[in-house]
């Protein structure tokens, strides 16, 4: 409730993140605040009895999970229903006639894709409804950059950065190479940000960031990623996961900072 009170108006957040407990979490909290914000989630990624992660964009699949995130967010309606992942099996065709009809029912406002290229599918014209696009992107993972701008400038579409602090990597929290738990997920090697010749490259831009703080002294480094995401794509949110009121803080005045042209400039030519 505090984010509602500081002005944060979009959550984002997906029927299988803590297999629906998320969902339950944000419902019961936004309460009789519902209607002021935008409630932000996915389907099609699904787990098995033996624990299996996959996908499915199905008709049936579709049906049961828009149903069974209504409920958990005791909402009659999602503002943006999104497609986590495709399943490469459905027809993309027929998931957006499926996607439109329950816009028709009301079920849904708009819809929305994650983690798929629909130019590399093949399809130059965006379909009705389709309201965003949401890729990891950040100033240490820019390798969607060409689809991103390309969906957005040519369909007018807004864009969502999942991944907009590289796993936290731009958090500011590590002066070096970051000494993680055991457990911590991050150790695998498909998250790169902190990995050999990458993490070696994101420390020498965390290094060049933190000096360029010297022009901003209320600024953090993860408010200066922040705005630089926002201020180079223009049309962008940005997506943050929070744990503590600090770091609420910290994230929500980014919106009332900003960059100057050249430091935006400088920033995108350390990370091309």
Not at 64 to 92: F, G
Not at 210 to 226: C, F, H, K, S, V
Request: net charge positive; hydrophobic share 35%.
């Amino acid at each position: 409730m505090r984010a509602v009170e500081r002005g944060v108006t979009l959550f984002d957040t997906a029927d299988c993140y803590g297999a629906g407990v998320s969902e339950k979490l944000l419902g019961a909290t936004l309460g009789k605040k519902r209607k002021e914000v935008v409630v932000a989630t996915k389907f099609g990624v699904r787990i098995d009895r033996d624990g299996k992660t996959f996908f499915d964009n199905s008709r049936k699949w579709l049906d049961e999970a828009l149903e069974a995130s209504l409920r958990r967010l005791r909402t009659e309606y999602i503002d943006l229903y999104q497609v986590h992942y495709w399943d490469r099996k459905t027809p993309l065709d027929e998931v957006f006639e499926h996607l439109t009809e329950k816009r028709q029912a009301g079920k849904i406002r708009w819809y929305g894709i994650t983690n798929l290229d629909l130019l590399e599918r093949g399809i130059r014209t965006a379909p009705e409804g389709l309201a965003s696009c949401s890729f990891e992107y950040s100033l240490v993972r820019r390798h969607h950059e060409r689809q991103i701008l390309s969906m957005t400038s040519d369909w007018g579409i807004g864009f969502l950065s999942w991944g907009s602090l590289g796993q936290g990597i731009l958090s500011g929290k590590y002066g070096g190479a970051p000494q993680l738990e055991e457990s911590d997920r991050r150790n695998r090697p498909d998250y790169v940000n902190f990995h050999g010749n990458k993490l070696q490259q994101n420390l020498k831009l965390i290094k060049a960031m933190r000096q360029r703080l010297g022009l901003y002294p209320n600024m953090t480094l993860a408010q200066m990623a922040i705005r630089w995401v926002l201020e180079y794509l223009k049309s962008s949110a940005v997506l943050v996961g929070i744990k503590t009121c600090e770091q609420l803080e910290e994230i929500v005045r980014a919106s009332d900072a900003s960059l100057r042209p050249e430091d935006v400039a400088f920033l995108e030519r350390m990370t091309i």
